[in-house]
Each structure stands twice: as structure tokens, then as C-alpha cells.
């Protein structure tokens, strides 16, 4: 929020303490402020943020992905989304490999069935078969993603599952 009371979209990001229950600043900001993006930690202490919108009215969706930097507390270019999109679910299984699933196409209220993976950098993933804004995703300890519901004009009570291949299936299911 700006000084004048208007929403305001900020590059600026913190790190939360469980511990401490605070927050604290990074010293350096998002290379593009955004909102309704995705989070996820990765090994070795760092963390990606992709998407997201840049605007707090009518917006579309942004591609771009940064990567944290917990040693030098900066943000880097972490690569693009192969599709723009906003309020996705992220996933990390036990290898360290997310998927980053569906999400929105901006303010039209229309969602995408889009998966990226990210192992080190991003790759497209297979897609989901039901386009999805804003899902629910978790996976199962057999390895497999559940993925469900979403805010778009599909029955939100319809579920997928789907088997990762076995490079991100401990137990090849």
C-alpha cells in the first residue's frame, strides 16, 4: 500500500523465522514486484519465485521466475514459466524436483493446465488434463500428485492423480 492509500504491488520480500515468528527484509528486492505468485524452497537453502501479477487491478500474467540467493540475501533471474500465469500450486517432491501446476491467465477469470518443472532450472512438464486456477496439489507418500479443485469454470470437485516419472518417484509407482 502506497503512502496516499492506494494498493501498490512491492518487489520488496522478507524471510520468516519460525523460531522468532518475525519476518525479516532481504537486502536486495524482486527484480519485478508481483503478487499471486508461487513460492518454493529449493536444496541448498535458496528459493524460486515464479509468476504472478504486476498490478493490483486488471493485469495479465507474467512469465518470469527469480531465484533467492540465501548467502548473498539477492534475487537473480531464475528463467521463464512456459506459460504466464498467476495463483499456481507448487509441489516439491523428496528429489528436490517441483512442479509448478495450473494457475490463472490474469484478471478474465480463465486458468491454464500448464506444469513446469523445475530441477535445478525449468522445463515444461506434462500437462494437466483439466485447466485449473488456483488448485489445491499435494503429493502422496507412493509418490503420485494428487491435483485438485480450482476457481475456474470446471466442477471443483473433480480430481487427477497423476505418477511423476521415476527420476521424482522414490518408489516408482
Same mark, same amino acid.
Given at each position: 500500500?502506497?503512502?496516499?492509500?492506494?494498493?501498490?504491488?512491492?518487489?520488496?520480500?522478507?524471510?520468516?523465522?519460525?523460531?522468532?515468528?518475525?519476518?525479516?527484509?532481504?537486502? $536486495?528486492? =524482486?527484480?519485478? &514486484? !508481483?503478487? @499471486?505468485?508461487? %513460492?518454493?524452497?529449493? *536444496?541448498? +537453502?535458496?528459493?524460486?519465485?515464479? #509468476?504472478?501479477?504486476?498490478?493490483?487491478?486488471?493485469?495479465?500474467?507474467?512469465?518470469?521466475?527469480?531465484?533467492?540467493?540465501?548467502?548473498?540475501?539477492?534475487?537473480?533471474?531464475? $528463467?521463464? =514459466?512456459?506459460? &504466464? !500465469?498467476? @495463483?499456481?500450486? %507448487?509441489?516439491?517432491? *523428496?528429489? +528436490?524436483?517441483?512442479?509448478?501446476? #495450473?494457475?490463472?491467465?490474469?484478471?478474465?477469470?480463465?486458468?491454464?493446465?500448464?506444469?513446469?518443472?523445475?530441477?535445478?532450472?525449468?522445463?515444461?512438464?506434462?500437462?494437466?488434463?483439466?485447466?485449473?486456477?488456483?488448485?489445491?496439489?499435494?503429493?502422496?507418500?507412493?509418490?503420485?500428485?494428487?491435483?485438485?479443485?480450482?476457481?475456474?469454470?470446471?466442477?471443483?470437485?473433480?480430481?487427477?492423480?497423476?505418477?511423476?516419472?521415476?527420476?521424482?518417484?522414490?518408489?516408482?509407482?
Amino acid at each position: 500500500q502506497t503512502t496516499s492509500g492506494a494498493l501498490a504491488v512491492s518487489s520488496k520480500a522478507e524471510i520468516y523465522d519460525p523460531v522468532a515468528q518475525d519476518f525479516t527484509p532481504t537486502s $536486495g528486492n =524482486l527484480i519485478t &514486484a !508481483r503478487r @499471486d505468485h508461487v %513460492a518454493f524452497p529449493i *536444496p541448498g +537453502g535458496d528459493a524460486v519465485v515464479c #509468476g504472478g501479477l504486476v498490478d493490483v487491478g486488471n493485469s495479465a500474467p507474467i512469465l518470469t521466475c527469480e531465484r533467492y540467493g540465501a548467502v548473498a540475501g539477492t534475487f537473480s533471474a531464475a $528463467g521463464d =514459466l512456459s506459460v &504466464a !500465469r498467476d @495463483d499456481s500450486a %507448487a509441489v516439491t517432491f *523428496p528429489d +528436490g524436483t517441483t512442479w509448478i501446476v #495450473g494457475g490463472g491467465l490474469g484478471t478474465a477469470g480463465a486458468s491454464t493446465s500448464a506444469v513446469d518443472v523445475w530441477n535445478g532450472s525449468l522445463a515444461p512438464g506434462p500437462s494437466l488434463r483439466t485447466a485449473r486456477g488456483t488448485p489445491a496439489a499435494v503429493n502422496l507418500r507412493d509418490g503420485r500428485l494428487v491435483v485438485a479443485a480450482g476457481n475456474d469454470t470446471i466442477d471443483p470437485t473433480t480430481v487427477e492423480i497423476h505418477t511423476p516419472p521415476s527420476s521424482t518417484n522414490p518408489v516408482a509407482y
